[in-house]
Nanobody, 116 residues
Framework: VQLVESGGGLVQPGGSLNLACAAS????????MRWYRRAPGKELEFLAR???????TYEDSLKGRFTISRDNAKATAYLQMNSLKPDDTAVYYC???????????WGQGTQVTVSS
């Protein structure tokens, strides 16, 4: 069972990144997917969720800038991030949770740095 994030890196303020979370060893379509981040010196922060059926939920302050999506055929979830700010600098993690179960998986994280 593995979740692997990719797509992080260094971007200038105002830029965009599209993070990917590739799943293996389990059936992604049976899981709700979430993205979190941890900025230096701060707690883990919830960003967005997409259910098995495709319904989405966002942390209020991110609405309009971040978009979560999934492609079950590719066993991958995505987080499109636009209009990035220095405060978005963090390690970004994806999480897979199968409803009504204890099946809960995390990726290793991908670093996003927003700086000029």
């Amino acid at each position: 069972v593995q979740l692997v994030e990719s797509g992080g890196g260094l971007v200038q303020p105002g830029g965009s990144l599209n993070l990917a979370c590739a799943a293996s060893g389990f059936t992604l379509r049976a899981y709700d997917m979430r993205w979190y981040r941890r900025a230096p010196g701060k707690e883990l922060e919830f960003l967005a969720r997409i259910s098995k059926s495709g319904s989405t939920t966002y942390e209020d302050s991110l609405k309009g800038r971040f978009t979560i999506s999934r492609d079950n055929a590719k066993a991958t979830a995505y987080l499109q991030m636009n209009s990035l700010k220095p405060d978005d600098t963090a390690v970004y993690y994806c999480n897979a949770l199968r409803p009504w179960s204890h099946d809960n998986y995390w990726g290793q994280g991908t670093q996003v740095t927003v700086s000029s």
